[in-house]
């Protein structure tokens, strides 16, 4: 059984950072992509970033472009996402997700990762 589990959210001032943590067990994440979701209260729930098998492969939807940046650290089963310079826009239940794909982008991760972890909440005051 897959299971995804986040950590790392909390409540932060605007300008500041968080790093989200993000561990699989139930299988190597060696060979999938991997994604970063966002859902705040009354929006549907968006794509932040990907990170494709490759780490070299990685894709951010335009609001959080060099603020965000997704990483993963395989060998302890692990996708980040620091978060820096975080405004007040941000808060939302942070997600992450995986599949049996390779390479995913912004267009596709929502139908493709098909295993979620239960969100960890990012309240960003301004």
């Known amino acids: 059984q897959v299971r995804l589990v986040e950590s790392g959210g909390g409540l932060v001032q605007a300008g500041g950072s968080l790093r989200l943590s993000c561990t699989v067990s139930?299988?190597?994440?060696?060979?999938?992509?991997m994604g970063w979701f966002r859902q705040a209260p009354g929006k549907e729930r968006e794509c932040v970033a990907t990170?494709?098998?490759?780490?070299?492969?990685?894709d951010y939807t335009d609001s959080v472009k060099g603020r965000f940046t997704i990483s993963r650290d395989n060998t302890k089963n692990t996708v980040y996402l620091q978060m820096n310079s975080l405004e007040p826009e941000d808060t939302a239940v942070y997600y992450c997700?995986?599949?049996?794909?390779?390479?995913?982008?912004?267009?596709?991760?929502?139908?493709?990762?098909?295993?979620w972890g239960q969100g960890t909440q990012v309240t960003v005051s301004s």
């Open positions: 139930g299988r190597t994440i060696r060979s999938y992509a």
């Open positions: 997700a995986t599949g049996s794909v390779t390479h995913v982008d912004l267009s596709s991760a929502q139908r493709a990762l098909v295993y």
């Open positions: 990170i494709s098998r490759s780490e070299q492969t990685t």
